[in-house]
């Protein structure tokens, strides 16, 4: 559902996205609202765009010469080809982790602060989940493409295959330990095996996502720290090598579907 | 001859470069681990370290060679303290604990009690149909198997330390691990083995 029907959706989410804290309680009810007539995805994209253009930073400069793997600027598909191997910093980067480093390049902000919130909620989205929305609705329609072919996008493959199954943190839990054999549920929610394409390419076209139990938006970065969470391990840092191998064995596995996100989970 | 040989091995270098990544390692995968986490709130960095059970699953990929799961399972067995007397706790305790899911995460207060978050994997009384599969179903567990010593000392063990039954049970050490203590424990015991707990209705 488009929104451009009416201009207040679009203002609305503009003034909630530069406030963050003031009047958050008037701006978020509005929203609410908002998100229950229409598609919370694409007012996240617009969010997104918005946050995308805006000149921030020590640098006052936008995001909008960001290269994503394309060339700067280039977004169309750029989302559908992450994680890539990017020659400046010699390593794989995903979509969020290389938009960390362009804020940090281009924007000259420094890395604790642009990710003082890389996860938000209901009631304070983060900057980087917006961004997410935008830049990965800039893919509908690519198909999923990842880095496979430098040493170093092989290696990440290599080492997030492993990962998906090491047995680890303080319950014994590996991937495989809710996302291993086909048919299981936790609780009522079912369980992908996303070692099996079958299941990886619908999931992996449709994040990042909006997420309804946590009435927000969410990013791959979140959804894997929060597998991390629940298997009572410490923490993974933010765009790390192992968070982005997972990511690139995940998106490798679903190589070659459609990306139609960014989606709505439950 | 030599260009003729050179050019061969250069071509067989190019066909063969993009399988030259090899796996990881197991340790170098553990190294990498820990270089990319971080401590947070209660959950520590020493849960990245993995223990003989941890490694030998991940190596054989939950099938270990029989005697080394014997061997190792017997070394589980020794971890648990079982108590003298009774293990029947009380069951309506035992199912707040099995229906709750929260415990041991980072950002959870670690002095607040843990629960034991059984209906995520198990089904187990019919008045909480929305359980999880992953485990088998516990319906009507202590009316079938009756609630002797033997079957109270069983479940008990179970659920302080399942790698003390079979190696690569995807199931916690609950016990084992500090998440539930001997009275929780007794507490479920009782959910599952008391005829009068709605699990055995």
Same mark, same amino acid.
């Given at each position: 559902?488009?929104?451009?029907?009416?201009?207040?959706?679009?203002?609305?989410?503009?003034?909630?996205?530069?406030?963050?804290?003031?009047?958050?309680?008037?701006?978020?009810?509005?929203?609410?609202?908002?998100?229950?007539?229409?598609?919370?995805?694409?007012?996240?994209?617009?969010?997104?765009?918005?946050?995308?253009?805006?000149?921030?930073?020590?640098?006052?400069?936008?995001?909008?010469?960001?290269?994503?793997?394309?060339?700067?600027?280039?977004?169309?598909?750029?989302?559908?080809?992450?994680?890539?191997?990017?020659?400046?910093?010699?390593?794989?980067?995903?979509? @969020?982790?290389?938009?960390?480093?362009?804020?940090?390049?281009?924007?000259?902000?420094?890395?604790? @602060?642009?990710?003082?919130?890389?996860?938000?909620?209901?009631?304070?989205?983060?900057?980087?989940?917006?961004?997410?929305?935008?830049?990965?609705?800039?893919?509908?329609?690519?198909?999923?493409?990842?880095?496979?072919?430098?040493?170093?996008?092989?290696?990440?493959?290599?080492?997030?295959?492993?990962?998906?199954?090491?047995?680890?943190?303080?319950?014994?839990?590996?991937?495989?330990?809710?996302?291993?054999?086909?048919?299981?549920?936790?609780?009522?929610?079912?369980?992908?095996?996303?070692? =099996?394409?079958?299941?990886?390419?619908?999931?992996?076209?449709?994040?990042?996502?909006?997420?309804?139990?946590?009435?927000?938006?969410?990013?791959?970065?979140?959804?894997?720290?929060?597998?991390?969470?629940?298997?009572?391990?410490?923490?993974?840092?933010?765009?790390?090598?192992?968070?982005?191998?997972?990511?690139?064995?995940?998106?490798?596995?679903?190589?070659?579907?459609?990306?139609?996100?960014?989606?709505?989970?439950? | 001859?030599?260009?003729?040989?050179?050019?061969?091995?250069?071509?067989?270098?190019?066909?063969?470069?993009?399988?030259?990544?090899?796996?990881?390692?197991?340790?170098?995968?553990?190294?990498?681990?820990?270089?990319?986490?971080?401590?947070?709130?209660?959950?520590?960095?020493?849960?990245?370290?993995?223990?003989?059970?941890?490694?030998?699953?991940?190596?054989?990929?939950?099938?270990?060679?029989?005697?080394?799961?014997?061997?190792?399972?017997?070394?589980?067995?020794?971890?648990?303290?079982?108590?003298?007397?009774?293990?029947?706790? =009380?069951?309506?305790?035992?199912?707040?604990?099995?229906?709750?899911?929260?415990?041991?995460?980072?950002?959870?207060?670690?002095?607040?009690?843990?629960?034991?978050?059984?209906?995520?994997?198990?089904?187990?009384?019919?008045?909480?149909?929305?359980?999880?599969?992953?485990?088998?179903?516990?319906?009507?567990?202590?009316?079938?198997?009756?609630?002797?010593?033997?079957?109270?000392?069983?479940?008990?063990?179970?659920?302080?330390?399942?790698?003390?039954?079979?190696?690569?049970?995807?199931?916690?050490?609950?016990?084992?691990?500090?998440?539930?203590?001997?009275?929780?424990?007794?507490?479920?015991?009782?959910?599952?083995?008391?005829?009068?707990?709605?699990? =055995?209705?």
């Amino acid at each position: 559902m488009r929104v451009s029907g009416s201009g207040v959706p679009l203002l609305a989410v503009l003034a909630l996205a530069a406030a963050p804290s003031a009047a958050q309680d008037s701006q978020f009810a509005k929203y609410q609202k908002m998100t229950a007539e229409g598609s919370p995805v694409e007012l996240f994209e617009l969010a997104g765009e918005d946050l995308w253009k805006k000149k921030q930073g020590p640098k006052k400069a936008s995001l909008e010469k960001c290269d994503l793997g394309k060339g700067p600027g280039v977004l169309k598909g750029a989302y559908a080809a992450l994680p890539r191997y990017f020659k400046d910093v010699d390593r794989v980067m995903d979509a @969020e982790t290389r938009m960390l480093h362009c804020m940090m390049t281009l924007q000259g902000r420094d890395r604790k @602060e642009a990710l003082k919130r890389p996860f938000g909620n209901a009631d304070k989205p983060s900057e980087m989940e917006y961004l997410s929305a935008y830049v990965a609705g800039q893919s509908r329609g690519h198909k999923l493409n990842p880095g496979t072919s430098h040493a170093k996008e092989k290696e990440s493959y290599a080492l997030g295959k492993k990962l998906f199954y090491v047995r680890t943190g303080l319950w014994d839990f590996s991937c495989t330990s809710c996302h291993g054999v086909e048919g299981k549920r936790i609780r009522m929610s079912e369980l992908p095996v996303l070692s =099996n394409p079958k299941a990886a390419r619908p999931l992996m076209a449709t994040w990042p996502a909006y997420r309804v139990s946590n009435s927000t938006f969410k990013t791959m970065q979140w959804r894997i720290n929060n597998c991390y969470r629940q298997m009572r391990t410490p923490e993974p840092n933010f765009g790390s090598e192992v968070v982005n191998a997972v990511n690139m064995f995940l998106t490798v596995t679903a190589k070659g579907e459609t990306y139609r996100g960014p989606g709505t989970k439950r | 001859m030599m260009t003729k040989w050179m050019l061969g091995a250069g071509f067989a270098a190019l066909v063969l470069s993009p399988l030259a990544v090899a796996e990881p390692t197991d340790r170098e995968v553990q190294q990498a681990m820990k270089r990319d986490f971080h401590a947070k709130g209660q959950a520590g960095m020493d849960r990245l370290e993995q223990d003989a059970v941890q490694r030998v699953c991940t190596a054989t990929n939950g099938k270990p060679p029989e005697a080394l799961a014997k061997s190792l399972e017997a070394d589980q067995f020794k971890t648990i303290p079982f108590p003298t007397g009774s293990l029947i706790g =009380n069951w309506k305790n035992g199912a707040k604990i099995a229906w709750g899911g929260r415990g041991m995460q980072w950002h959870e207060d670690p002095k607040k009690p843990s629960d034991g978050g059984c209906y995520n994997c198990h089904e187990a009384s019919p008045l909480r149909p929305s359980a999880g599969t992953i485990g088998p179903s516990l319906k009507g567990f202590g009316k079938v198997r009756g609630s002797s010593p033997e079957m109270q000392k069983y479940v008990y063990g179970k659920i302080y330390n399942a790698k003390a039954y079979n190696l690569c049970s995807d199931m916690p050490r609950f016990g084992h691990t500090g998440s539930l203590t001997d009275a929780q424990i007794r507490d479920l015991v009782a959910y599952l083995l008391d005829p009068t707990s709605p699990v =055995n209705k």
